[in-house]
């Protein structure tokens, strides 16, 4: 029979715990053994010495030196086995165990050692008997206290001295000796059922102990990959980065963005967009140097970083093959085609914080030349975003200060040259780059989150525009701002509108709101915004119609009461039939549907005469006026409304004349947000 009950008594591993956990739990059970022998054996060998002394005294010698010198071999051995190498956390789940085998088989070795007191007592008839029963009850009782975390080591030692001790009371007869094996009996049972309590429940607290920081650990892991993919994160990238050194570089930064994949979403559901980034991930690992660090910092973007001197090929050549292959069409994607744009970064030192941002920068450079095609950050593009920077710290001031301005565009009627409207224009002098562009203005409020206040602004330059116009008794002239559907989405620039108005006491019907065609991402919040300004008075002006989203769906809007045709079909449109067309197909359906029809971007005569013939009663653009600071606005509309109905080819060579100098100053606008036209 085997006395070594590790299976028995421990029991399977549980399903579900790893072999790391089982292993952790061995080796604490044999670093609790060790602190046990500590107090264990100094005390046994104490014990032992102390009935070799009674034996010597009582005349059994040898026979009492051999036996303790079997019992301190067996404990040195023990001790050896204990201390004899280190309990590191590299020890292997199977070097500890053999070692926790091998010290309850010499725990049985001592047990059998022990078990030879019953020889040196005549089978515990002699006198020194009880004390021996006594030393052995107090031995058992130690050997179960300090090996309470590994079971056998303690069972294996006491079981057959004690069973051997109740046997030769037995044999004795009378019910003294009967009833006194019995306890010892007893005995054995508790210490039996002691230690397997103990070791249970040491057992258990170590298994808590390393299934936490197993789980930690996992927890740690996950919180640094993109569950998806198995890539990276950006919490796992930023934690790989930091592991390199400038010794490591160059490096080479490559941000990944999928061309097209929000439409896979819409298209085919999310599933199958997971899938292709799946797919996409796998692809980049397949091209990416060796060693190279892959991550998925956004929904579709992914971040490829490796040293410079790691590519076998050149980086241009490995930019080229990644989106070689995640352009290869897909079967499953017939009416979706995926593409890639990257954004490539040298540089010497690894600093998430400054490779990220000019990967991004070179990554929307790409994007503007075109699907699939990447650019490398150089020179340009570096004086290009330390400008965006500069724009974007400067741009609160400028507001504040009122370096940031509006300027009015008039909107002029063609039969009688009358001005009917201004459109308010951004206008910005940087005092280091000189005349900023409405685009750039409105993208560095929304990359800063000044957008709200710019809009604010924008409308209360209106509003000073519209009190001026109402002190010179001209009320039949509108003001205009372009507000975008996400400016309307994002805030409550409705409420803003209508409190302001409230609290000056303007007339709503003296403004005019312009929005893009642009699609929003709420279109019910957008058009309870809209249903609110337009119950107010304010008319509602569809801009640049023709270039945006759903125009023929907008036009079926009740409170849609102008639309703009947009410049590019108006600009050189007595030189072409089709844009012709396209403009008098405009022009009839707005008559049909009871909408005003403007047009912007009117820059020579012939084009103004056209429009007149098509139908167009309102026009916009350089022809009569660039964007005017608000006292020359006003002063232009002094002057044409005093000579309204006597515009004649004479006074418009003046107006071209004196708008070429303004040209210059209106080369920097554009788009819409708060977009000049013209």
Same mark, same amino acid.
Request: with cysteine; charged share 20%.
């Given at each position: 029979?085997?006395?070594?009950?590790?299976?028995?008594?421990?029991?399977?591993?549980?399903?579900?715990?790893?072999?790391?956990?089982?292993?952790?739990?061995?080796?604490?059970?044999?670093?609790?053994?060790?602190?046990?022998?500590?107090? +264990?054996?100094?005390?046994?060998?104490?014990?032992?010495?102390?009935?070799?002394?009674?034996?010597?005294?009582?005349?059994?010698?040898?026979?009492?030196?051999?036996?303790?010198?079997?019992?301190?071999?067996?404990?040195?051995?023990?001790?050896?086995?204990?201390?004899?190498?280190?309990?590191?956390?590299?020890?292997?789940?199977?070097?500890?165990?053999?070692?926790?085998?091998?010290?309850?088989?010499? +725990?049985?070795?001592?047990?059998?050692?022990?078990?030879?007191?019953?020889?040196?007592?005549?089978?515990?008839?002699?006198?020194?008997?009880?004390?021996?029963?006594?030393?052995?009850?107090?031995?058992?009782?130690?050997?179960?206290?300090?090996?309470?975390?590994?079971?056998?080591?303690?069972?294996?030692?006491?079981?057959?001295?004690?069973?051997?001790?109740?046997?030769?009371?037995? *044999?004795?007869?009378?019910?003294?000796? +009967?009833?006194?094996?019995?306890?010892?009996?007893?005995?054995?049972?508790?210490?039996?059922?002691?230690?397997?309590?103990?070791?249970?429940?040491?057992?258990?607290?170590?298994?808590?102990?390393?299934?936490?920081?197993?789980?930690?650990?996992?927890?740690?892991?996950?919180?640094?990959?993109?569950?998806?993919?198995?890539?990276?994160?950006?919490?796992?990238?930023?934690?790989?980065?930091?592991?390199?050194?400038?010794?490591?570089?160059?490096?080479?930064?490559?941000?990944?963005?999928?061309?097209?994949?929000?439409?896979?979403?819409?298209?085919?559901?999310?599933?199958?967009?997971?899938?292709?980034?799946?797919?996409?991930?796998?692809?980049?690992?397949?091209?990416?140097?060796?060693?190279?660090?892959?991550?998925?910092?956004?929904?579709?973007?992914?971040?490829?970083?490796?040293?410079?001197?790691?590519?076998?090929?050149?980086?241009?050549?490995?930019?080229?093959?990644?989106?070689?292959?995640?352009?290869?069409?897909?079967?499953?994607?017939?009416?979706?085609?995926?593409?890639?744009?990257?954004?490539?970064?040298?540089?010497?030192?690894?600093?998430?914080?400054?490779?990220?941002?000019?990967?991004?920068?070179?990554?929307?450079?790409?994007?503007?030349?075109?699907?699939?095609?990447?650019?490398?950050?150089?020179?340009?593009?570096?004086?290009?975003?330390?400008?965006?920077?500069?724009?974007?710290?400067?741009?609160?001031?400028?507001?504040?200060?009122?370096?940031?301005?509006?300027?009015?565009?008039?909107?002029?009627?063609?039969?009688?040259?009358?001005?009917?409207?201004?459109?308010?224009?951004?206008?910005?002098?940087?005092?280091?780059?000189?005349?900023?562009?409405?685009?750039?203005?409105?993208?560095?409020?929304?990359?800063?989150?000044?957008?709200?206040?710019?809009?604010?602004?924008?409308?209360?330059?209106?509003?000073?525009?519209?009190?001026?116009?109402?002190?010179?008794?001209?009320?039949?002239?509108?003001? *205009?701002?372009?507000?975008?559907?996400?400016?309307?989405?994002?805030?409550?620039?409705?409420?803003?509108?209508?409190?302001?108005?409230?609290?000056?006491?303007?007339?709503? *019907?003296?403004?005019?709101?312009?929005?893009?065609?642009?699609?929003?991402?709420?279109?019910?919040?957008?058009?309870?915004?809209?249903?609110?300004?337009?119950?107010?008075?304010?008319?509602?002006?569809?801009?640049?119609?023709?270039?945006?989203?759903?125009?023929?769906?907008?036009?079926?809007?009740?409170?849609?009461?102008?639309?703009?045709?947009?410049?590019?079909?108006?600009?050189?449109?007595?030189?072409?039939?089709?844009?012709?067309?396209?403009?008098?197909?405009?022009?009839?359906?707005?008559?049909?549907?009871?909408?005003?029809?403007?047009?912007?971007?009117?820059?020579?005569?012939?084009?103004?005469?056209?429009?007149?013939?098509?139908?167009?009663?309102?026009?916009?653009?350089?022809?009569?006026?660039?964007?005017?600071?608000? +006292?020359?606005?006003?002063?232009?509309?002094?002057?044409?409304?005093?000579?309204?109905?006597?515009?004649?080819?004479?006074?418009?060579?003046?107006?071209?004349?004196?708008?070429?100098?303004?040209?210059?100053?209106?080369?920097?606008?554009?788009?819409?947000?708060?977009?000049?036209?013209?």
């Amino acid at each position: 029979m085997a006395w070594h009950y590790e299976r028995l008594i421990a029991g399977p591993r549980p399903q579900g715990q790893s072999e790391a956990v089982e292993a952790g739990i061995l080796r604490d059970q044999l670093a609790d053994l060790r602190k046990g022998i500590f107090i +264990s054996m100094p005390i046994g060998t104490v014990l032992s010495a102390l009935i070799l002394a009674v034996q010597m005294f009582s005349g059994g010698g040898l026979a009492a030196v051999l036996w303790f010198a079997a019992v301190s071999t067996l404990n040195c051995w023990r001790m050896a086995l204990a201390f004899g190498q280190s309990n590191t956390a590299a020890s292997r789940h199977k070097t500890v165990g053999a070692r926790l085998s091998m010290y309850g088989m010499l +725990s049985l070795a001592s047990g059998i050692a022990w078990s030879f007191l019953a020889v040196l007592t005549d089978g515990y008839s002699t006198p020194q008997a009880s004390l021996y029963l006594i030393v052995l009850a107090g031995t058992s009782a130690g050997s179960v206290t300090y090996g309470t975390s590994y079971a056998p080591a303690s069972i294996n030692f006491i079981t057959l001295p004690l069973l051997v001790a109740a046997g030769c009371i037995l *044999a004795k007869g009378n019910i003294e000796n +009967s009833v006194l094996a019995f306890t010892i009996l007893l005995f054995l049972g508790g210490m039996i059922r002691g230690s397997l309590i103990g070791q249970a429940r040491f057992r258990e607290t170590s298994r808590l102990k390393y299934e936490a920081r197993e789980f930690a650990s996992e927890m740690q892991r996950n919180s640094r990959r993109d569950p998806l993919t198995n890539l990276l994160n950006r919490h796992g990238l930023e934690n790989a980065i930091r592991q390199l050194g400038p010794a490591d570089g160059p490096f080479v930064t490559m941000l990944i963005d999928l061309d097209g994949f929000k439409s896979v979403n819409d298209t085919y559901g999310h599933n199958i967009g997971d899938e292709l980034l799946v797919k996409v991930a796998r692809e980049i690992e397949s091209h990416a140097p060796e060693g190279a660090t892959i991550a998925r910092i956004g929904g579709d973007e992914f971040v490829l970083l490796f040293p410079a001197g790691g590519s076998p090929r050149p980086v241009d050549d490995l930019a080229s093959a990644i989106i070689a292959a995640i352009a290869n069409p897909d079967p499953r994607l017939n009416s979706v085609r995926v593409g890639a744009s990257i954004g490539i970064y040298l540089s010497e030192n690894p600093l998430l914080a400054r490779m990220l941002p000019r990967a991004d920068f070179a990554l929307y450079a790409a994007k503007r030349a075109g699907r699939n095609e990447y650019r490398l950050f150089d020179a340009k593009l570096d004086s290009a975003l330390e400008r965006k920077h500069c724009i974007e710290r400067d741009l609160r001031g400028a507001i504040e200060t009122g370096g940031l301005c509006s300027w009015f565009q008039p909107l002029v009627r063609m039969d009688t040259n009358a001005v009917v409207g201004f459109e308010a224009l951004l206008r910005w002098q940087h005092p280091v780059h000189g005349a900023i562009s409405p685009p750039e203005v409105v993208t560095a409020a929304r990359e800063t989150g000044l957008l709200s206040l710019l809009t604010e602004t924008v409308f209360h330059n209106c509003c000073g525009m519209i009190e001026e116009l109402i002190g010179l008794g001209r009320r039949d002239v509108l003001v *205009a701002m372009n507000l975008s559907p996400r400016e309307l989405e994002a805030g409550n620039v409705d409420e803003m509108i209508l409190d302001i108005l409230k609290a000056k006491s303007l007339p709503a *019907a003296m403004l005019e709101i312009e929005i893009t065609e642009e699609a929003p991402v709420d279109r019910d919040r957008v058009d309870e915004k809209v249903g609110r300004l337009a119950d107010a008075g304010i008319s509602i002006v569809l801009d640049d119609f023709g270039t945006g989203f759903s125009t023929l769906v907008a036009l079926k809007d009740s409170r849609i009461r102008k639309i703009k045709i947009d410049k590019n079909f108006v600009r050189d449109l007595a030189k072409s039939i089709g844009d012709q067309a396209l403009v008098k197909a405009v022009i009839d359906l707005g008559h049909t549907l009871g909408i005003e029809v403007m047009a912007e971007g009117v820059e020579t005569d012939a084009d103004r005469l056209i429009l007149r013939g098509l139908g167009c009663t309102i026009a916009q653009g350089f022809l009569y006026s660039a964007a005017l600071p608000q +006292s020359d606005a006003l002063a232009f509309d002094a002057t044409h409304s005093a000579g309204a109905g006597l515009f004649d080819a004479v006074s418009l060579r003046i107006a071209q004349s004196g708008n070429a100098a303004r040209r210059v100053s209106a080369a920097s606008t554009t788009p819409k947000g708060h977009q000049p036209v013209g």
